[in-house]
T-cell receptor, first 114, second 115 residues
């Protein structure tokens, strides 16, 4: 079974600062990778996903993530955060050719000060 | 295009009671999955329904059961509620995963509080 580790549980930044949230997974086979975002009072939304191809994936709202297979990592980045990026961010992985049920990390709470 | 909807939004129950939560999938989707999200944690998979049958199940006791209807909507039932069942219950819909590119779409959740 796969597992996901998000090392930063709480991150506080000022507007315009750069963001990088770590995500590492544990699984020996091929995976699909996801980042979801949960804005305050809103439902979980897909930010970006990686299935195959270019390991640098661009998502909505200026976010991107890079899949580094050798490091089992899928870190989320944004060059300049905004107050509206304040949210909970979840990394998830599912096993290709397996159950397709995503396993989620415990999430990173991001607070951006104006 | 209607997204995933869930009802009710909030629910308060007492220990030992039973609860039923409801979910309607995104238009065009035939598979419904249920997750439990405890405070400060990521969603944990409960089970998945397709063609009115439970296809996969996570590590949850038999007190958690479900149903899927012919119109693809689904119910989650929890019997003999415990304080630890207090959580946000999320429903996600997708197309039955016969392709590697399927993605789950989540509803707003039902906040269950057990007193």
């Amino acid at each position: 079974a796969q597992s996901v580790s998000q090392h930063n549980h709480h991150v506080i930044l000022s507007e315009a600062a750069s963001l990088e949230l770590g995500c590492n997974y544990s699984y020996g086979g091929t995976v699909n990778l996801f980042w979801y975002v949960q804005y305050p009072g809103q439902h979980l939304q897909l930010l970006l996903k990686y299935f195959s191809g270019d390991p640098l994936v661009k998502g909505i709202k200026g976010f991107e993530a890079e899949f580094i297979k050798s490091k089992f990592s899928f870190n989320l980045r944004k060059p300049s955060v905004q107050w509206s990026d304040t949210a909970e961010y979840f990394c998830a992985v599912n096993a290709r050719g397996g159950s397709y049920i995503p396993t989620f990390g415990r999430g990173t709470s991001l607070i951006v000060h104006p | 295009d209607a997204g995933v909807t869930q009802s009710p939004t909030h629910l308060i129950k007492t220990r030992g009671q039973q609860v039923t939560l409801r979910c309607s999938p995104k238009s065009g989707h035939d598979t419904v999955s249920w997750y439990q999200q405890a405070l400060g944690q990521g969603p944990q998979f409960i089970f998945q329904y397709y063609e009115e049958e439970e296809r996969q199940r996570g590590n949850f006791p038999d007190r958690f059961s479900g149903h899927q209807f012919p119109n693809y909507s689904s119910e989650l039932n929890v019997n003999a509620l415990l304080l630890g069942d207090s959580a946000l219950y999320l429903c996600a819909s997708s197309l039955f995963p016969d392709r590697d590119t399927d993605t789950q779409y989540f509803g707003p959740g039902t906040r269950l509080t057990v007193l």
